[in-house]
C-alpha cells in the first residue's frame, strides 16, 4: 500500500534522503563504493537544514532496482532518491529503465541539464540517459556514477571567479520538492543557489 503522502509531517521536519549506489562491482566487494560517499559529503555542505540519510548499495539489476526504489519512497518515507551509476548504454545499464516503471510523472529537465553540464567535459555525455521523477510526494533522481560527475551535475558549471555559469539540477530540487508536499530544503549558496520565486 502506498503509505508515503500519509507519513508526511509538516514542512520544516528533516528530509528523508535515499542514496542508492549501483553497481555489480561495487556490491560484490570488488572495489569500494564511491557513489555513497560522494553524495553524503556534497549534500553534507550543501545542506543547511536538518536531513537523514537512507543508504543502499545494490547490483544493476532492473528487478532489485525498481523495487528498492518504491520500499525507499513508499516504506522509509524518503522525500528524495538520488542514485547513481547504471545510466550508460551497455546492457547492463538498467537505472532509468528501473526509475521510470516506477514512476507517476517524468521530470525531462533534470537528464537534459545533466547531459548538458557533462558536454562541457565530453563529448559522450550524450550516451547518458539519466532521469527525473516523481513518485507520488517524492523525487527521485539519477545521477552519474563518478564523484566528480556528480557534483558537477548538483553544483552546476563556475567560472573563473566562482560564480554559477551553468546552473546545476540541485537549484531546482527544494522548490520541486515543496510544490508536490514535500519538506522545506534550505541550502548553503556558496555551494549551490536554489531557485524560489520571490512571491
Same mark, same amino acid.
Given at each position: 500500500? $502506498?503509505? @508515503?503522502?500519509?507519513?508526511?509531517?509538516?514542512?520544516?521536519?528533516?528530509?528523508?534522503?535515499?542514496?542508492?549506489?549501483?553497481?555489480?562491482?561495487?556490491?560484490?566487494?570488488?572495489?569500494?563504493?564511491?557513489?555513497?560517499?560522494?553524495?553524503?559529503?556534497?549534500?553534507?555542505?550543501?545542506?543547511?537544514?536538518?536531513?537523514?540519510?537512507?543508504?543502499?548499495?545494490?547490483?544493476?539489476?532492473?528487478?532489485?532496482?525498481?523495487?528498492? &526504489?518504491?520500499?525507499?519512497?513508499?516504506?522509509?518515507?524518503?522525500?528524495?532518491? &538520488?542514485?547513481?551509476? +547504471?545510466?550508460?548504454?551497455?546492457?547492463?545499464?538498467?537505472?532509468?529503465?528501473?526509475?521510470?516503471?516506477?514512476?507517476?510523472?517524468? %521530470?525531462? +529537465?533534470?537528464?537534459?541539464?545533466?547531459?548538458?553540464?557533462?558536454?562541457? $567535459?565530453?563529448?559522450?555525455?550524450?550516451?547518458?540517459?539519466?532521469?527525473?521523477?516523481?513518485?507520488?510526494?517524492?523525487?527521485?533522481? @539519477?545521477?552519474?556514477?563518478?564523484?566528480?560527475?556528480?557534483?558537477?551535475?548538483?553544483?552546476? &558549471?563556475?567560472?573563473?571567479?566562482?560564480?554559477?555559469?551553468?546552473?546545476?539540477?540541485?537549484?531546482?530540487?527544494?522548490?520541486?520538492?515543496? %510544490?508536490?508536499?514535500?519538506?522545506?530544503?534550505?541550502? @548553503?549558496?556558496?555551494?549551490?543557489?536554489? $531557485?524560489?520565486?520571490? @512571491?
Amino acid at each position: 500500500m $502506498f503509505q @508515503n503522502s500519509a507519513m508526511k509531517t509538516p514542512s520544516d521536519r528533516p528530509a528523508r534522503i535515499g542514496l542508492v549506489s549501483i553497481s555489480d562491482r561495487a556490491s560484490q566487494g570488488v572495489y569500494e563504493d564511491e557513489g555513497i560517499p560522494a553524495l553524503k559529503d556534497w549534500l553534507g555542505q550543501a545542506l543547511t537544514s536538518p536531513w537523514i540519510a537512507i543508504e543502499r548499495l545494490i547490483p544493476d539489476e532492473q528487478a532489485l532496482i525498481s523495487e528498492l &526504489l518504491t520500499k525507499l519512497v513508499d516504506e522509509e518515507a524518503c522525500d528524495l532518491v &538520488l542514485t547513481t551509476g +547504471g545510466t550508460g548504454p551497455t546492457q547492463r545499464d538498467v537505472t532509468p529503465e528501473a526509475t521510470l516503471a516506477v514512476a507517476d510523472k517524468e %521530470l525531462p +529537465g533534470f537528464g537534459e541539464q545533466m547531459r548538458q553540464i557533462s558536454l562541457a $567535459f565530453v563529448p559522450t555525455a550524450i550516451l547518458s540517459r539519466q532521469v527525473g521523477v516523481i513518485r507520488g510526494s517524492a523525487m527521485i533522481i @539519477n545521477l552519474p556514477g563518478r564523484p566528480r560527475s556528480i557534483q558537477q551535475t548538483l553544483e552546476g &558549471l563556475r567560472a573563473e571567479d566562482g560564480t554559477i555559469r551553468v546552473p546545476g539540477i540541485f537549484a531546482a530540487v527544494p522548490y520541486g520538492l515543496e %510544490l508536490i508536499g514535500g519538506p522545506s530544503l534550505q541550502v @548553503n549558496e556558496a555551494v549551490c543557489k536554489a $531557485f524560489r520565486p520571490k @512571491n
